[in-house]
T-cell receptor, first 116, second 118 residues
Framework: KAGVTQTPRYLIKTRGQQVTLSCSPI?????VSWYQQTPGQGLQFLFE???????NKGNFPGRFSGRQFSNSRSEMNVSTLELGDSALYLC???????????????FGPGTRLTVT | AQTVTQSQPEMSVQEAETVTLSCTYD???????LFWYKQPPSRQMILVIR??????QNATENRFSVNFQKAAKSFSLKISDSQLGDAAMYFC???????????????FGKGTKLTVNP
């Protein structure tokens, strides 16, 4: 079974531009979560989607947005990029059923975004 | 809000020896899940081990085991017979079962970089 894939793997953008990152979950997984990883702040939760609905959101400005499609693939968008947005963006997928339990989350390799 | 603290930014161990990574957390919940994730230099994060708070028995996965002290809110990871491939960043993470909609949000510690010396 193919793992979580993220595209692109590396990206260089200029301040003020916008960027869209993509995440394809493992087949059959309905939940996708996004995390920002930086040396200073560590891993911070951005948002989570389940069956095309956002079911949780982290403490990030409105410039960060996301969506999930009917095939569970997810995209996140960052508008008006700032230097501080440079980070590794990780997505994770899981079965994500609502009824209890803690399914394992599988992480993708990440997208390294550099803002200059 | 829950917080996770890893007080050891870096650790090193000799190959074949044992090392323990520390993690403490703060929560008012009585039920929750704790995880240790490994992130090798290639960056793909993988789950090492998990512990359900309602289980008193410490989880083990081959050479990896945890020491879960619920009252002390401590969750340490012990790696036995360390191998070169164990070198990585290790993250401790907390998950609440009570988030609205069944959210699977993880709260991570800042990580511990483990070096394995041959």
């Amino acid at each position: 079974k193919a793992g979580v894939t993220q595209t692109p793997r590396y990206l260089i953008k200029t301040r003020g531009q916008q960027v869209t990152l993509s995440c394809s979950p493992i087949s059959g997984h309905r939940s996708v979560s996004w995390y920002q990883q930086t040396p200073g702040q560590g891993l911070q939760f951005l948002f989570e989607y389940f069956s095309e609905t956002q079911r949780n959101k982290g403490n990030f400005p409105g410039r960060f947005s996301g969506r999930q499609f009917s095939n569970s693939r997810s995209e996140m968008n960052v508008s008006t990029l700032e230097l501080g947005d440079s980070a590794l963006y990780l997505c994770a997928s899981s079965l994500g059923t609502i009824v209890g339990g803690a399914h394992e989350q599988y992480f993708g390799p990440g997208t390294r975004l550099t803002v200059t | 809000a829950q917080t996770v603290t890893q007080s050891q930014p870096e650790m090193s161990v000799q190959e074949a020896e044992t090392v323990t990574l520390s993690c403490t957390y703060d929560t008012s919940e009585s039920d929750y899940y704790l995880f240790w994730y490994k992130q090798p230099p290639s960056r793909q994060m993988i789950l090492v081990i998990r512990q359900e708070a309602y289980k008193q028995q410490n989880a083990t996965e081959n050479r990896f085991s945890v020491n879960f002290q619920k009252a002390a809110k401590s969750f340490s990871l012990k790696i036995s017979d360390s191998q070169l491939g164990d070198a990585a960043m290790y993250f401790c993470a907390y998950r609440s079962p009570y988030l609205q909609g069944g959210s699977e949000k993880l709260v991570f510690g800042k990580g511990t970089k483990l070096t394995v010396n041959p």
